[in-house]
């Protein structure tokens, strides 16, 4: 089965809703939205569920219940996490010369102790979002069948590992 690489946000609404805001080019946002989809949401989603959504936002119109577990929920926290995952690609460069760390003729790079301040502060919000998504989906689970179905050997859906930290509540 061919991997579905429907988005579930777009660039411009890590733009709008994150730290990331417009001078950053949708081809370092893009590829980060993929990760944050396959490496954190469909942990706390599962199989089933990240694919019912991607498969509604890619026929255009989102069914209820879905449309509110996509915007209230999914969307906050694959935002936030894609924007973390965003600025590492921000920071240094790889190309034929090696690593680089990037540095433009119009400002300084931050140093290494502001970088890892922002970066935890996009994942303090990711985490805070996810926690969100997982409380809902602890309570109204019972709303989305495709949480509760066997996911055919795929990723299962989590409420007690959390990916990034969160401590089980």
């Known amino acids: 089965m061919a991997r579905n690489l429907t988005l579930l946000t777009t660039s411009k ?34 199989y089933k569920l990240m694919t019912k959504l ?6 255009g119109s989102v069914s ?8 209230t929920y999914v969307k906050p926290y694959l935002q936030h996490l894609a924007a973390a995952e965003v600025i590492d690609s921000l920071r240094i460069d790889l190309n034929n010369q090696g690593i680089l760390e990037k540095n433009s003729n119009q400002g300084t790079s931050v140093q290494v102790n502001e970088y890892n301040s922002i970066k935890a ?5 990711s985490d805070s979002y996810k926690q969100l998504l997982i409380k ?3 309570r109204y689970g019972n ?6 179905q066997d996911q ?5 859906p989590s409420s007690t590992q959390q990916y990034y930290g969160i401590d089980n509540w």
Request: net charge negative; aromatic share 10%; hydrophobic share 35%.
């Open 64 to 71: 209820s219940p879905y449309d509110d577990l996509l915007e």
């Open 121 to 125: 502060n996009l994942m303090r919000l």
């Open 54 to 59: 991607q498969t509604e936002v890619q026929s």
């Open 152 to 156: 055919d050997g795929r990723q299962q």
């Open 13 to 46: 609404e890590i733009r709008n809703f994150t730290a990331l805001k417009g001078a950053v080019d949708s081809d370092y946002i893009e590829p980060a939205i993929i990760t944050a989809q396959d490496l954190g949401l469909a942990y706390v989603l599962g």
């Open 136 to 138: 809902h989906l602890c």
């Open 143 to 148: 709303r989305y069948p495709e949480y509760y």
